[in-house]
Nanobody
Framework: QVQLVESGGGLVQPGESLRLSCAAS????????MNWYRRAPGKGRELVAE????????NYADSVKGRFTISRDNTKNTVYLQMNSLKPEDTAVYYC????????WGQGTQVTVSS
């Protein structure tokens, strides 16, 4: 069974950084592209970043481009989202997701950016 466990969220002030992790299991991790999504209260789910199976291809939402970096370590079955220069509008629950297995979701990790 596919399992996705997000971690690393927390409460930070604007301008600070966080690194989120998504520990994946139950599938051949290195064969799958991965995504990070976020959902803020009252808003729909937004695709934040995506990364190809080898990590060589990445893409970002315009709202986070230049501030966030998605990466992966296929030896650890883990996807990361480095978030720098955080803004209050980044406040959301962040989820990882498997590109070709979209039916699986973890519980997410809360990121709150507030002064």
């Amino acid at each position: 069974q596919v399992q996705l466990v997000e971690s690393g969220g927390g409460l930070v002030q604007p301008g600070e950084s966080l690194r989120l992790s998504c520990a994946a299991s139950g599938f051949t991790f290195s064969s799958y592209a991965m995504n990070w999504y976020r959902r803020a209260p009252g808003k729909g789910r937004e695709l934040v970043a995506e990364i190809g199976s080898t990590g060589s291809s990445t893409n970002y939402a315009d709202s986070v481009k230049g501030r966030f970096t998605i990466s992966r370590d296929n030896t650890k079955n883990t996807v990361y989202l480095q978030m720098n220069s955080l803004k209050p509008e980044d406040t959301a629950v962040y989820y990882c997701n498997v590109r070709r297995l979209p039916m699986y979701w973890g519980q997410g990790t809360q990121v709150t950016v507030s002064s």
